[in-house]
């Protein structure tokens, strides 16, 4: 028989997204109103670790579901990762009187907590806190649609110049592992090539299409790039570009860490408000070491040592669109 949870830790942990205090918000009050206790644990797992470990109330998440970033703050602890670190946060959390925990990350904190839970018979619900939709099991993670977002309009501005000026420019937006930012902005803004860590990059193709629309005389293009790109990034696909076709005009654009950051959405909010009420109740009906998301609208439960093993695939039909749609 499963025991029952009283007191909750709320932690987030590796990088940050848009929605993670939505997320807070939501499970604090969900707790709350339930009768349970609720500690956040600041900067993630270190918190855990180094028992920087706070009580929180209702009024602890006032006024902050518009903010970006994580009033808890975040990092990656390698001490975690060790039996002592996890002894060490075991005994804080003890010592608190935690014994249930929501962790708001990706799937290097499911793997944390995953190998914790089983050490230590610490129940544990996953929240999807990412901008990378790299996910298994949902169709949404937390700061996703704020992140694309913010490289569209983006992207939107940087075409008004390129059109200014006849030059192509090549736009890197995050995405080490995953190519669903450059691909959704891509589509979204109309980009001629959008390169992908899913794909091969083929370079002598991208030549060839700049070359074909030269002599159609489509002087303004658009090319975005996931960082992770096999090629290199947006740096190293400029570089080929300039030496195969010396007067076409090159502009690189890095968006970088301001896809993180900024006011989430309205649907990061709703998505993060819902998932952080369901972890609570996952807690309170026993349903232990799962991370919450959501699959054609209705809540999906995936046990922790499924999800660390499963990434978000891209479907064939999306690459198809990319291509009829850029020609």
Partial sequence: MKKKVTKIGVL???GDSPGMNACIRAVVRTAIYNGLEVCGIMRGYSGMVEDDIIPMDSRSVANIIQ????????????????PEGRKMAYENLKKHGINGLVILGGDGSFRGAQIFSNEYDIPCIGLPGTIDKDIA???FTIGFDTAVNTAVEAIDKIRDTAEAHNRLFIIEVMGRDAGYIALHSGIATGAENILIPERKTI?????SQLEEKERRRKLVNIIVVAEGDDFGGGNEVAKVIKERLPLLE???CILGHIQRGGAPSCMDRLIASRMGYHAVECLLEGRHNVFVGIVNNRMNYTPLNEAVKKK???SEEWMKIVKILAS
Avoid: N
Avoid at 203 to 207: L, P, T, V
């Fill in 12 to 14: 987030s942990s590796g």
């Fill in 67 to 82: 903010r970006g970033g994580t009033i808890l703050k975040t990092s990656r602890c390698k001490e975690f990762f060790e």
């Fill in 250 to 252: 090159v502009r690189v």
């Fill in 312 to 314: 978000q695939r891209i």
């Fill in 203 to 207: 370079i002598e193709d991208i030549i």
């Fill in 137 to 139: 099991g949902t169709d």
